[in-house]
């Protein structure tokens, strides 16, 4: 049942694409840089660069972007109607943010065919943290009907530091929402382009083997003894990069000039570790030394960045 | 007399911390205006997801006025301690003090100081603010461009507006003036999100309630429960079914919502296959919505009910729609686990090693879990190892605990071995609560015997005082050997529970053992099997240091097994308090050599037979004549010093010079000291109550006719050993000095 009868493909209730651009256009009419998604992969759009560093020093800002992000573990082989190891995310960050946030991810939501005299929409409790981030915040998930649709948090902490101002992040699960919008039980079955009859084309269409064998990978084929190596050349690589940037003290420029290089192999670091988890090789206390390694990594790259003139520093 | 009126609204406040947090604003309001001086008649606070309200009737329009005397120094002192006295007193000069005359002393200054009441409406305006800045939130943020700066204000979530009012019920309230980080106090609130966003004005509580009612906002949390339960129910009876309730659920659900609206919704018949359990526990953990049973056969019907916030436009259809695509998703998960947990894992062969060591067969899929579990490395405690280690430890004192609960040692072995291959499944990586209930009913697919299936599950049994106690054998050996196993490790790494600190619940295991062993009749000296334990654990582990050694009962044991027994001793004090027996029974039962005594079941027997005895007319008496004999003794004792009547009463000068009643007394006690002993000896604690009762009339007319301190010493010394031996009779049954009254 769809949410709302229209025939223009673009319309965000028949189409993935419309959701997406719909949401782009939201978000860049309330003055945000429309970013497109980091040339990485990431487990969440938080990790972009955008939001993660963007996040830490003095500077206001406000960024909108997609972000396929991809979560090994979460593989189904295609099987689950609801689980996906690669999807996608629409992420919007504010800094500082503004007093009326819930208000204008209301007013995105009515944007995208959400009828909220129709509809429950919820803010449940979700305190959000991320350990491999050294991040936390206080928010909620946002409720559709019971769906869990967006996650909403004012940060608090990123890299290990401290948020001055906070920023507000907002982060849509699209695939859910779009099977919301679009009345859909299964997100293969989602139509990404809008059109019917020969010219449909189906998430599943674009997704659903690139699933089944990114499965196969994550769980039993991925090189894991090739993974542990790359582990380690990240996280050494990073540290080295670091260690380069850092201003000589003698300069009278002291600001950083390798952050965004840096972070670019935590950032790897981050995601092979996601894989070994997946592959089921890492053992729970290894677990917990491994996620404190890219945090220490994070960290660092957090406090170059705050070095730099992104960062505020002068 | 004036009310006060106070909302603090907020983004969403999390659903757990309302109640809470509603009472803490009440308490630091109310505490610090009593502090000034300023009582109220009553005071209520309430929470919805939105806000938090308190409403505190009955104030003062002011504080009363105080005076105060300071005393000054004489008249004519130094002019230093004048002007000390001036400033401190606040005073100009020394004509604003007074003299007052003191015979004694001779004249010196007062200063009276009248300090007038201050006005409530201040004081409010002065409270809140530091109540605001200093609320007890279980975790706070900040947020804003206020943020940017250290300082700024914390709270729950972006507070965005304060109501605060005053006044009298004739008249039109005040707003109590005060900012917070640039929020000003008003006389604003807004109604329900959705249904009504705009502004209220409101004047007190008694506008204010029914206002957001209109404003569709129920204001307080039970009536909020209450609806929601009587609708859930009136629901659930409609459709033939009947809800199963849930107390934590239902508080949550209302703090989820200001307008409660009780909907129903279904999903696929086939999703009953999922055991009902892990239905139950999904839709209530993912989605906060109620399940339904069949009245008729008590199983799970294919029914749910959401707790929607909203009076939706087409009477709540698309939400209940909604609400079943995401519990069908769910279940679809469940049933994913359920169907994955039951398949092979991949990598078998990397299990081999992990199968062999604890003896499992890889071709049943929780053998290869437990087997998994092992290869995982998983800790259980960083000093006590992984847990493979531990289910090895606990697969061979099941095994040896087996013959002694009378289960088949194979079969204890065996459900120990699998006891924890639920762990590392999905359905319980997801729903840990589920932890023992699904490896059960794993096990009883692959075809295990019923009595380990059934121990994989009641191994963790009792969970609480009130919990059940597991009688097959076999689960009881596993349940055993499972708390022993925590219990001695956590011993032998010295991390016991200390004050109201006990992470690891050992009491709860102590207390565990202890009525598994009492409710199934277990007669065990429990010393040898702990410090056997406890080498077993040793050999495991390099992490654990060895013991020191200590004598018990004329042989080594190890002396944390010692220790131990005095916490399982503690336990059972307590549980015996519990249940309304004296305490004191215990120590009296456990005497001096309390460390001997360490069979359970043979000391909770012993405190119930003395208990009983001491209800009746002969143990009242004989304990009365016991006290009476300790007492004289103890006097004499310390004129003639310890020991000085240990030895037997000299039967022939009794014979020669002693009273009729003494010499019923020596007859008595010849008779019954062996057959009390001999009953202790042989666990009849009936029997030797029942010698004991014997003693009782000897005892009573001994008191009543035989005078101790004779004037002879030889009789006296005589009648003095004569006491010593009932002190003695009575001792072997229990300490009767360690019995109250």
Redesign the interface.
Known sequence: MPLAASSDPMNPTRSFQGLLLTLQRFWAERGCVVLQPYDMEVGAGTFHPATTLRALGPKPWKAAYVQPSRRPKDGRYGENPNRLQHYYQFQVILKPSPPDLQQLYLDSLKAIGVDLALHDVRFVEDDWESPTLGAWGLGWECWCDGMEVSQFTYFQQVAGVECAPVAGELTYGLERLAMYVQGVENVYDLNFNGLEGEDRISYGDVFLQAEQEFSRHNFEYANTEVLFRHFSDAEAECKALLAAGEADAASNDQSHKLALPAYDQCIKASHVFNLLDARGVISVTERQSYILRVRELAKACGAAWLKTAGGGAH | MPDLLLELFS??I???MQRKAAEDLKKLVTDALVERGLTYEGAKAFAT?RRLALTIAGLPVRGRDVREERKGPRVGAPEAAVQGFLKAAGLASLDQATIVSDPKKGDSYVAVIEKPGQETVQAIAEIVPAVIRSFPWP????????????GSLRW???L?SILCTFGAETEEPEVVPFEVDGIKSGNVTYGHR?HAPGPITVKRFDDYVPSLERAKVVLDADRRKEIILADARNLAFAAGLELVEDEGLLEEVAG??EWPVVLMGDFEERFLEIPGEAIRATIRAN???FVLRDPATGELANRFI?V???M???GGQ??T???G?????RL??AA?FWQTDRGPL??LDTLKESADKLGLDLSKPLDQRMA?LDK????FHAKLGTQGERVQRIAALAKELAPIVGADPALAERAAKLAKADLPTEMVGEFPELQGLMGRKYAELQGENASVAAAIEEHYKPLGPSDRIPTDPVSVAVALADKLDTLVGFWAIDEKPTGSKDPYALRRAALGVIRLVVENNLKRSLVPLLDKHFVRLAQDSAGSSAHAMTNWCGRLVNKESIDLLSFFHDRLKVMLRDQGARHDLVDAVLGEGASANDDLLLITRRVAALGRFLETEDGKSLLAGYKRAANILKAEEKKDGEGAFAAKADLQLIAAAGLIEEKALAVALAQATPKAEAAIAAEDYEGAMAALAELRPAVDAFFDKVTVNDPDPALRANRLKLLNQLREATRAVADFSRIAG
Not at chain 2, 139 to 150: L, N
Not at chain 2, 376 to 379: A, D, K, N, T
Request: aromatic share 6%; with cysteine.
């Open positions: 983004e969403e999390p659903a757990r997801p975790k706070s943020m900040r947020w804003g461009k206020a943020s940017a700066e250290s729950v979530r972006p965005h959705f989820l919502v989605q906060k919505c959401p929607s916030n909203l939706a436009s087409d698309a939400i729609a909604g609400n695509r995401v519990v069908r998703a679809s998960d994913y991949p990598d998994k995982l490395g998983v800790v």
